[in-house]
């Protein structure tokens, strides 16, 4: 069984900064591509970043420049470092995981997600 388990979510304003992290574990020891997703109230689920187990990232636009995805393959761990919030930011964040070569494939495995609200 694996486990994607989220935490750093929360309330922050306007143009503050938050940090999410995600830990993976169970029955696969690494993905080769981690991410996030985020759903607003009302939206569907989006992406929001991906990074490969070799450094390559891929950011939507509405985030580039203000957030920045990393990871430690050693400890299966991802970060989301959210700069510059924006109240349309509010969202259900997701952790997510594949072992695909596309590295916009469907995720296999999802966490069960954070909550960030921005204040105006």
């Known amino acids: 069984q694996v486990q994607l388990v989220e935490s750093g979510g929360g309330l922050v304003q306007a143009g503050g900064s938050l940090r999410l992290s995600c830990a993976a574990s169970?029955?696969?020891?690494?993905?080769?591509?981690m991410g996030w997703y985020r759903q607003a109230p009302g939206k569907q689920r989006e992406l929001v970043a991906l990074i490969t187990s070799g450094g390559r990232i891929n950011y939507v636009d509405f985030v580039k420049g203000r957030f920045t995805i990393s990871r430690d393959n050693a400890k299966n761990t991802v970060t989301l470092q959210m700069n510059s919030v924006k109240p349309e930011d509010t969202a259900v964040y997701y952790c997510v995981g594949h072992n695909s070569g596309y590295l916009r494939a469907p995720p296999d495995y999802w966490g069960q997600g954070t909550q960030v609200t921005v204040s105006s």
């Open positions: 169970g029955s696969i020891v690494s993905f080769n591509v």
